[in-house]
């Protein structure tokens, strides 16, 4: 079964620009959650998909977006870059939504992650 | 709101010694789940265990055993026999519920740990 897919997996961009990152899930998977890693703030929660619909979203401007198709792929989009925006985007599948119980673990299935440098 | 605080940074031990991570978290949740993730270098994260706060019993996984103390609100992470491969950054996680029907994770800053052969 193949694993979490996150394209690109490096990339480059300047100031002011803008970034679309892609993730297929494990398939079968209908959520979809993205998390910002950087060294100083660890891992932040920057949104969550379910069946095509934005769940849950994190304290992140409204620069930072994303949507989910009907195949659970999902994009997220930064506009403006900043200089602070330089980090390892991860994008995790789950199996299900309801949250963890006796029946779902509640793991998180990772990507490899796309390190974005804002120059 | 929930926090997770993983107080040591970085930490390294001897191949095939025993070594403890902390990890306390705060929430006012009764039920919850607790989780460590592992990231090796370059390499994409994976659940290391998984403890549900119902049970009392500790979770264990092969060479990876948990010590939770729900009233202490802890949950370290006990790897024995270190291999080389275990060289990774160690993150603590809990799950709660964020409204909507949807659970977030949120993590700790992570432990950086060193096999050191």
């Known amino acids: 079964k193949a694993g979490v897919t996150q394209t690109p997996r490096y990339l480059i961009k300047t100031r002011g620009q803008q970034v679309t990152l892609s993730c297929s899930p494990i398939?079968?998977?209908?959520?979809v959650s993205w998390y910002q890693q950087t060294p100083g703030q660890g891992l932040q929660f920057l949104f969550e998909?379910?069946?095509?619909?934005?769940?849950n979203k994190g304290n992140f401007p409204g620069r930072f977006s994303g949507r989910q198709f009907s195949n659970s792929r999902s994009e997220m989009n930064v506009s403006t870059l900043e200089l602070g925006d330089s980090a390892l985007y991860l994008c995790a599948s789950s199996l299900v939504a309801g949250g963890p119980s006796t029946t779902n673990t509640g793991e998180l299935f990772f990507g490899e992650g796309s390190r974005l440098t804002v120059l | 709101a929930q926090t997770v605080t993983q107080s040591q940074p970085e930490m390294s031990v001897q191949e095939a010694e025993t070594v403890t991570l902390s990890c306390t978290y705060d929430?006012?949740?009764?039920?919850?789940?607790l989780f460590w993730y592992k990231q090796p270098p370059s390499r994409q994260m994976i659940l290391v265990i998984r403890q549900e706060a119902y049970k009392q019993q500790n979770a264990t996984e092969n060479r990876f055993s948990v010590n939770f103390q729900k009233a202490a609100k802890s949950f370290s992470l006990k790897i024995s026999d270190s291999q080389l491969g275990d060289t990774a950054m160690y993150f603590c996680a809990f799950i709660h519920y964020s409204g909507a029907g949807s659970y977030q994770l949120t993590f700790g800053k992570g432990t950086k740990l060193s096999v050191i052969p």
């Open positions: 929430t006012s949740e009764n039920n919850y789940y």
């Open positions: 998909y379910f069946s095509e619909t934005q769940r």
């Open positions: 398939s079968g998977h209908r959520s």
